[in-house]
């Protein structure tokens, strides 16, 4: 039931409102851990580590589901970013 609910919610978040149409958007609102991997990098193995010794990037957890909201993941770089004098 939960897991039904957060797929409807997360579909809703593809979605953009375009004048009076509804268009998909470029980039999804929520990843999953394979997701994160393709696009930032992080390999899945370092994520479950994260989690487990909860390293400062939020997730979702929904029954088995892990999701990442891509504004976390992007403030979570740039929290960690190294200024190089």
Known sequence: MFLAIFNKMVQYCYLTLKGNKMEASTQKEWSNPREVQEEFGFS??????????????PFSKIGKYIRYKRSDIEAFIESNKVEVA
Do not use: G
Request: hydrophobic content about 45%.
């Open 44 to 57: 899945t193995s370092t994520l479950a580590k994260w989690r487990m010794n909860n390293l400062n990037l």
